[in-house]
């Protein structure tokens, strides 16, 4: 029997409610069956960044963050801007991972959920710090679905039918590059 493909959600914000999640709990709600995707949430209890650190043992949600990707087939990560780049909490969290080699060759992609004309310096900068890790990003799976908030429903899933397939989309364009194991 094959085992499901497994996709990990890494959200780059830490704002209850934020167009990231959004669109990553939508991304949840079209996976095919056979693909099962994961919600990161630990984003806020990572501690920063120390080089010192990145030791055995590891902090407690380092390692379960290094574990998270180590057992995904892929990432698919959607991230705001601040100030042009990255948040600071999410670079954290992959400045954590640069002393592992879970992310390497493992296929990333991002989805831009930002309004049009917003959020190119989040995803230039993520593309830079993927490419650091030795992540193998889908070029093709990298696409802005921006979130309209007037078409989310109570569980915060995207109601927008062009959205909803866009995420389908990406979903299948990334699963599709996972390497056999």
């Not at 030791?55 to 574990?67: I, K, S």
């Not at 710090?129 to 030795?134: A, D, H, I, K």
């Not at 989309?169 to 194991?181: F, G, K, M």
Request: include cysteine; charge should be negative.
């Amino acid at each position: 029997m094959t085992m499901p493909r497994v996709i990990l959600l890494l959200s780059g914000s830490l704002r209850t409610g934020s167009s990231n999640d959004i669109a990553l709990r939508t991304a949840q709600a079209v996976a095919p069956p056979d693909l099962h995707t994961v919600r990161y949430t630990g984003l806020a209890g990572l501690p920063h960044f120390n080089p010192d650190d990145d030791t055995d043992p590891l902090p407690t949600p380092v390692a379960g963050l290094r574990a998270a990707i180590d057992d995904a087939d892929a990432l698919l990560i959607c991230t705001p801007e601040y100030a042009g780049t990255l948040p600071g909490s999410f670079k954290n969290l992959l400045d954590w991972t640069v002393g592992g080699t879970e992310i390497c060759d493992k296929p990333a992609a991002w989805v831009n959920a930002a309004a049009p004309g917003r959020g190119q310096g989040a995803a230039d900068s993520l593309r830079g710090v993927l490419g650091y890790t030795g992540a193998d990003v889908v070029e093709e799976a990298c696409v802005r679905v921006p979130v309209d908030r007037t078409a989310v429903d109570a569980d915060g899933i995207s109601t927008d039918p062009e959205a909803r397939e866009r995420l389908r989309v990406v979903l299948a364009r990334l699963a599709a590059a996972v390497h056999p194991r």
